[in-house]
């Protein structure tokens, strides 16, 4: 991904990473949420699953997204576990949530298409609120919004403070709609290979 060097784009939108493929969003989303080890979920995994049940609530409203129960349908996969740890110039950094993407070539009734696959981890080690503010804010990044925000009451913000944010912010949905309407070849058909 690169810095985009769109400065007249609304919101945080000059922020934002491209490819060279464009944003890396689709028309719309299929999200797996790792189920609970047991049948019958403890008080911790429900808490888990209402914060990101709640975060995706909010992104709903705003994005086509399908919930599937199958992980390799699934362009977003949202894991209940702590990201490792990240080694820094200046020692180690622990984390609430990560988004890892990867940009694949995948076959979908017998059409080659370039989509994003998003790994989201959130941690459950977390307050609820705190639980939610992070999903929130990592599907963002999942959803294309490849960028942090300066403005501390945006979901995107890099930091929660006092007060997590745990809705989308009129600058969130403005960027969003924005990156949405640019182009881009993720979700495409990919040009037929060349055959000798």
Not at 32 to 49: D, G, I, K, M
Not at 114 to 131: G, I, N
Not at 160 to 175: E, H, M, N, Y
């Amino acid at each position: 991904m690169r810095a985009s060097d769109l400065t007249n784009a609304p919101g945080y939108g000059s922020r934002l990473a491209i490819s060279s493929s464009g944003f890396p969003v689709l028309q719309r989303w299929c999200v797996w949420v790792q189920p609970a080890e047991s049948t019958e979920p403890n008080r911790w995994e429900r808490r888990w699953f209402g914060a990101v049940d709640r975060a995706l609530d909010e992104w709903s409203a705003v994005l086509p997204i399908i919930r599937v129960d199958d992980p390799e349908r699934a362009h977003v996969r949202v894991e209940r576990r702590r990201p490792p740890r990240r080694r820094l110039a200046d020692g180690w950094r622990a984390s609430n949530g990560r988004s890892v993407l990867q940009v694949l070539e995948v076959q979908r009734q017998g059409v080659w298409r370039l989509e994003p696959q998003v790994t989201v981890m959130v941690s459950p080690e977390l307050r609820s609120e705190s639980q939610q503010a992070t999903a929130l804010h990592e599907l963002g990044h999942a959803f294309g919004l490849w960028a942090h925000s300066l403005a501390p009451n945006d979901a995107m913000a890099p930091v929660q403070g006092a007060s997590p944010v745990l809705k989308l912010s009129p600058r969130d949905q403005l960027t969003l709609e924005w990156m949405r309407r640019q182009p881009t070849r993720f979700g495409l058909p990919l040009p037929a290979p060349a055959r000798p």
